[in-house]
């Protein structure tokens, strides 16, 4: 049997762990080939793709900071030029600097702006140059782009506000090539960015509906509906993923 993504080539930002890794290997175990960037963490990101390889996929990994937006169009085009195309882009990268909004310095809210939102507008810019009907474009948002359970998130909830409209409004202009724009919005996924243990996790956890954190293979599953076949009526909506949290 053939697999959903079989001759598709996909691209995920931040690849080399937590979520963008789970999701990079998904897309590969479903057929696509592969492309990740990370910023600092070259020995994870080669053991993604090794991950990968040993698997029967094929992948690439590419350094390329998503502040940097001359970095990440030369990722888009290494992508393009190893695997010939283009047809899942995931905007997966992103950070965030838990603290109160008073004391959040003009550095972080920089940071948090370049890489959640410019880097997204820039790798999404430069991956539609290269897409075809059937193309996918997905944001990894967040369920606190939409409700926000906690503080100590001003600026990040306020860029994946932004990720959420800019899906929407995105959807609207391209639907007509053919290619759906939809916004994933994890709620609280046990990752090195939001660890299940300890003390700034007890609020998440209780705020979800199923009082647990979730796994990253269970945002992937998500991003792998949206990249294949089965979701071509569906574009400019916002999947939250998030057990419950925003119910
Ligand atoms: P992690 O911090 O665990 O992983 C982040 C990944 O992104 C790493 O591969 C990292 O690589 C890469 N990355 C970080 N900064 C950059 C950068 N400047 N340029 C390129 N790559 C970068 O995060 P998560 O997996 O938890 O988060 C992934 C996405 O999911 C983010 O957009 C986050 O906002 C979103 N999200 C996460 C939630 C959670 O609870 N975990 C909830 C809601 C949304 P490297 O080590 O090389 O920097």
Do not use: C
Not at 23 to 28: D, V
Not at 54 to 65: L, P, S, V
Not at 141 to 153: D, F, I, T
């Amino acid at each position: 049997m053939s697999k959903k993504l079989e001759g598709k080539s996909a691209l995920v930002t931040g690849g080399s762990r937590g979520i963008g890794a789970a999701i990079a290997k998904r897309l590969a175990s479903d057929g696509a080939h592969v492309a990740i960037t990370y910023s600092k963490g070259a020995d994870a990101a080669a053991s993604v793709v090794d991950d990968i390889k040993r698997a029967g996929g094929k992948a690439i990994a590419i350094q390329a900071d998503a502040a940097d937006s001359d970095a990440v169009k030369a990722a888009v085009e290494k992508t393009v030029s190893v695997f010939g195309r283009l047809d899942v882009l995931v905007n997966n990268a992103g950070t965030a600097f838990p603290k109160s909004f008073e004391e959040s310095t003009l550095a972080e809210m920089n940071r948090v702006i370049d890489i959640n939102i410019r880097g997204v507008l820039v790798a999404t810019q430069a991956a539609l140059k290269h897409m075809k009907r059937g193309g996918r474009i997905i944001m990894i948002g967040s369920a606190v782009g939409e409700r926000v359970a906690a503080p100590g998130l001003v600026p990040y909830a306020a860029t994946k506000g932004a990720v959420k409209m800019f899906s929407q409004a995105l959807a609207r202009e391209i639907g007509s090539r053919g290619i759906t724009v939809n916004n994933v919005q994890p709620g609280p996924i046990d990752t090195e960015l939001n660890p299940a243990a300890g003390d700034w996790a007890v609020p998440q956890k209780a705020a979800t509906a199923l009082d647990r954190y979730g796994h990253v293979d269970e945002i992937a599953a998500m991003v792998a509906f949206v990249a294949g076949p089965d979701s071509s009526y569906v574009t400019g909506a916002n999947l939250t993923v998030d057990g419950g949290m925003n119910a």
